[in-house]
C-alpha cells in the first residue's frame, strides 16, 4: 500500500491495461476516480469469465473518501470495506458499524444502482473494533486489540486492509478469523512509528 501527499495522479486504465491478470490472485482497489477504476473492475471481470474458479481473481473495495458515485463500484466487487468516514458521511448517515454494515447491506439487496448480492461487507471502526456481513447475512465482530503503548495510529487502517485480506487469501470463508487478524495487525502497529515493524509480527 503506497500514499503519498504529493498529488500524484492517481492511475489510470490505460497503465492497468498493461498488467498481466494470469500474475494475480487478489485486486484490491480504494475508491478514488470512478471512471477509471470502473474500467479496471470490468477488465477482471472479463479475465474472470473465462476462468475456473480458482483462477479468478477475487476484487475488493474500500469505501473511504465521501463521494457518492465511488459507492456504486461496489457492483463489480467480491469484498467491500466500509470506512468509518463514508459510513459517518451525508450518504450513509450511520454512527455505529452495526448499524452502516447492515444499511450497505440493504441497498446492495434492493438498491439496482448497488446490487450485489455476492459481496461481503467488512466495517472497520477504530476502537470499537470491525464487523462483518457474509454473502448470506451472518454477522461477525472483533474487538480491538490494543498495543501496550500507542505511539503512531498513522496507517492503522490500512494495516487492518492488510492483514484482513491476507487472511482472506489463505481462506476465503472465514470472515470472523480475517477480521480478528486485521484488528490484530492494526493493533500491533500502532505500538510502532512507521511500518517497518509489520515484518516481526505474526499471527498468533
Not at 468509518?84 to 444502482?113: H, M, P, V, W
Amino acid at each position: 500500500i503506497i500514499h503519498s501527499n504529493k498529488n500524484l495522479p492517481h492511475v489510470k486504465f490505460e497503465d492497468f491495461d498493461k498488467c498481466d491478470l494470469t500474475d494475480y490472485r487478489w485486486a484490491h482497489f480504494e475508491a478514488r476516480s470512478f471512471s477509471e477504476t470502473k474500467l479496471m473492475m470490468l477488465k477482471i471481470r472479463d479475465f474472470n469469465e473465462m476462468k475456473p474458479d480458482e483462477e479468478k481473481i477475487k476484487i475488493s473495495l474500500e469505501l473511504e473518501k465521501k463521494r457518492d458515485e465511488n459507492l456504486l463500484l461496489i457492483k463489480y466487487v467480491d469484498v467491500a470495506i466500509l470506512g468509518r468516514d463514508f459510513a459517518e458521511s451525508e450518504i450513509l448517515g450511520c454512527t455505529d458499524k452495526k448499524t452502516a454494515i447492515y444499511k450497505l447491506k440493504q441497498l446492495t439487496l434492493n438498491n439496482e444502482q448497488y446490487k450485489n448480492e455476492n459481496c461481503t461487507l467488512i466495517c472497520p471502526w477504530g476502537k470499537d473494533g470491525a464487523c462483518a456481513l457474509d454473502i448470506h447475512g451472518n454477522y461477525f465482530e472483533s474487538p480491538i486489540f490494543p498495543c501496550e503503548k500507542t505511539v503512531d495510529t498513522l496507517g492503522a487502517g490500512d494495516t487492518f486492509t492488510g492483514g484482513l485480506l491476507y487472511s482472506l487469501m489463505k481462506d476465503f470463508d472465514d470472515i470472523q478469523e480475517a477480521i480478528i487478524n486485521g484488528c490484530k495487525v492494526a493493533g500491533f502497529k500502532c505500538g510502532f512509528y512507521g511500518y517497518d515493524c509489520i515484518k516481526d509480527f505474526s499471527f498468533k
